[in-house]
């Protein structure tokens, strides 16, 4: 039986598979993102060449000491493929992102992308989403008047995320997570969250995957 750590590089390896010398690349945040960029920096270091976009200060600095090229997203045009994790998707290639706290970047990024590929654990893939708190990136002024919209609306509970205060996003937002339980219809919800006044993104991604690598406990990796 294989860890979940060597499960999470067996994804990110597989994932290499998509990218080619010369491209630019999005790369994206999380324990299996981390992988990603480990194997791509092995990469570089073999005279393997490209220009990756981050998606957090995180992944960002893990990528510069391992020698990569890094363009933020203002200087690129577009990006060929952005290769990240989800913490939850759903039969339909719809995701729930953001346990990590860069779902706003990972979204920019992706949306700026040609082809866009998700690696996980197949553990990750349930028939509805929704048993996996969805974030909400909100504007810390006022961000109790969101907590409460979601709460009288959808009977949610919602909670502010913090490490012993409250957790800060890359762009100065805080995060609330919000235990829905079943989002039976996710683009339904994303609009209506979206139109909330102080919501700033939220971590439902709708039909924006292109490709999904899955991996087993086993070691195989299933496409989709």
């Known amino acids: 039986m294989l860890t979940k750590d060597e499960i999470k590089k067996r994804v990110a390896v597989a994932a290499l598979d998509y990218v080619q010398s010369g491209m630019t690349i999005g790369i994206g945040t999380g324990t299996t ?17 490209c220009i990756c976009v981050p998606t957090s200060k995180e992944t960002a600095e893990h990528a510069r ?8 997203l203002n200087e690129i045009d577009a990006i060929d493929i952005t290769i990240d994790g989800a913490d ?30 998700i690696i996980a654990g197949a553990e990750k893939k349930v028939s509805t989403l929704g048993a996996f708190p969805l974030p909400v990136e ?3 002024y006022g961000w109790k008047q969101v907590k409460h919209r979601l709460e009288q609306a959808w009977k949610a509970q919602v909670n502010l995320r913090k490490k012993h205060k409250p957790f800060v996003t890359d762009h100065g937002h805080y995060i609330i997570d919000c235990h829905f339980k079943s ?12 139109l909330i006044p102080g919501v700033v993104e939220t971590g439902l991604f709708v039909q924006m995957a292109d490709i999904v690598l899955l991996a087993n406990n086993d070691g195989s990796v299933e496409v989709l």
């Open 183 to 194: 989002i039976p219809d996710p683009a339904s919800l994303n609009s209506q969250l979206h």
């Open 33 to 49: 993102a981390w992988w990603l960029v480990e194997a791509l920096g092995e990469k570089v270091k073999n005279g393997f060449t």
């Open 88 to 117: 939850e998707m759903d039969t339909s290639l719809n995701l729930i992102k953001g346990g990590g706290g860069a779902l706003l970047q990972e979204k920019m990024v992706a949306a700026a992308s040609k082809k866009y590929c």
């Open 65 to 72: 000491s391992l020698g990569i090229v890094l363009k933020e």
């Open 138 to 140: 909100v504007v810390p």
